[in-house]
């Protein structure tokens, strides 16, 4: 059976899944059947726990294919998840992408709220509620993964890349910014296929996937969450077939609010430091982000 020996680590709401289906549609490259397993970062609650569930999303993968992985946008924020990688594949390879934390931050929000792990439709309201949610209160029903409501904490991706350079060594790293890709998916696309050491596949287009969407009816996603919770807990596996036809009806496409400018400025001051942080790790000046 073939494993992994390569992963798309994050960040969340910077172009992973486009990356990631580009990717699966490599011939020499196979991408997980599961489209984000999470099994490393042990500090999440998993869906996936044994090995041999895990390895179960690889068993398509062939001799053909020089490149085998998958994309867990949550193992960058994790505190666990890259040590746990380099104890199962030391010589594996980890792809991270980097957005804008100010367009980044309200961007995952929308996406907490698409998914039903949030329930506060408004991202100002959300952001403020930060701290009081670190304390266990005005937390969701059902919330079985709260850290992903610090979107402060989430979106300090040069905290997070800092971590990663302690733990892996930086030759098994590549990094990509969005608004490099935004500008030449081309190129960065190419760079991707030289860090995996496949072959340019002769791909010209590059579709955006995982654009920003919203339900129709917004308690769906959160009934599917506690199906789900309750399946995990007696150990069910399989069905929701019908669900998945439901939730393709309860989408639609959205176009975000802007937000007010003294709260951009208060969301730059925010991450000013950081972002100065993930400039110097990348070695390029991004105060453009927060200026």
Known sequence: MRKPNFFIVGAPKCGTTSLATWLGQHPEIFMSSAKEPHFFNTDDKRTVETVEHYERFFENASPVHRAVGEASVWYLSSSQAASQILGYAPDARLIVMFRNPVEMAPALHAEMLYTGIENVKDFIEAWHLQEERRRGRRLPAFCWVPRRLYYGEVCSLGAQLDRLLSKIPARQILTIVLDDVQRDARQEYLRVLEFLGVADDGRMEFPVYNAA???????????????????????????????????????????????????????????????????????????????
């Open 213 to 291: 969407k919203i339900r129709r009816w917004a308690f769906l996603p959160r009934l599917t969450n506690v199906i789900l919770d309750v399946k995990r807990q007696l150990g069910i596996r399989g069905g929701l077939g019908l669900w998945t036809l439901i939730d393709s009806a309860n989408q639609m496409g959205r176009r975000r609010n802007s937000l007010p400018p003294e709260f951009v400025a208060e969301l730059k001051r925010y991450f000013k430091e950081d972002v100065v942080r993930l400039g110097q790790l990348l070695r390029r000046d991004l105060n453009v982000w927060v200026t």
